[in-house]
Every structure is written in structure tokens, then in C-alpha cells.
């Protein structure tokens, strides 16, 4: 199990962006997928993206394909959420997560969370 811890979160702008930071702790964890869930008040906890081990391969929810990008960095433990053209309907609790190799895109897939960055998109 990987310890996950989620930073980067805040107030902006809808059309701003902002850049979420996973940054995780645990020697295997290059060997992770890494995931992307997000919750709005009164709603389930729902798939944003994921990616690789190797960083080669991503996969976006279709409510922010072309908008955010996923990224890691093996060599620093972090992971990455750039988000771009934001709107208020992404105001969310965005959470980090860590699974094996193969998970798809269930929050039950992964084994590992972090406790959570608000982001908060204004109108």
C-alpha cells in the first residue's frame, strides 16, 4: 500500500486552470497506476482519468477529455492533474488513488487514497 497526499487545490475562475499534485511515499511506487476520482457535494465519487506506470498510457472521463491532463514522475513519486478551462460544474473534492496494473475505472479498483484537494471553480 501506497500513502497518497493531495495538494494543489483552490478557488479559480471558471476558464482558469489549475494544477493538482499527488505526491506519494512507498518504494514500489512506480509499479502503480494512478487514478484520478473526483466528488461534488450530494454526489457519488466519480472516474476523472488514470494512468501507467510507465506514464505511456492515460484514459480521461468524457466530461474533461481535452481539458485535463494526467502526468507522473516515477523519480520524484508524484503525480499530476493539470486542469485546464475549468468550469463551475468541476467543483469537486478531487482524490488521488493507487492500484495495480489493469485496474479500469471503479473507485473500487484501486486500493490506495489520498484525503483529498477542494477545488473550487467560480462563475
Known amino acids: 500500500q501506497v500513502q497518497l497526499v493531495e495538494s494543489g487545490g483552490g478557488l479559480v475562475q471558471a476558464g482558469g486552470s489549475l494544477r493538482l499534485t499527488c505526491a506519494a511515499s512507498g518504494r514500489t511506487f512506480r509499479w502503480y497506476t494512478m487514478g484520478w476520482f473526483r466528488q461534488a457535494p450530494g454526489k457519488e465519487r466519480e472516474f476523472v482519468g488514470r494512468?501507467?506506470?510507465?506514464?505511456?498510457?492515460?484514459y480521461y472521463a468524457d466530461s474533461v477529455k481535452g481539458r485535463f491532463t494526467i502526468s507522473r514522475d516515477n523519480a520524484k513519486n508524484t503525480v499530476y492533474l493539470q486542469m485546464n478551462s475549468l468550469k463551475p460544474e468541476d467543483t469537486a473534492v478531487y482524490y488521488c488513488?493507487?492500484?495495480?496494473?489493469?485496474?479500469?475505472?471503479?473507485?473500487?479498483?484501486?486500493?490506495?487514497w489520498g484525503q483529498g484537494t477542494q477545488v473550487t471553480v467560480s462563475s
Open positions: 494512468i501507467d506506470w510507465s506514464g505511456g498510457r492515460t
Open positions: 488513488a493507487a492500484g495495480p496494473y489493469g485496474v479500469g475505472v471503479k473507485e473500487t479498483d484501486f486500493e490506495s
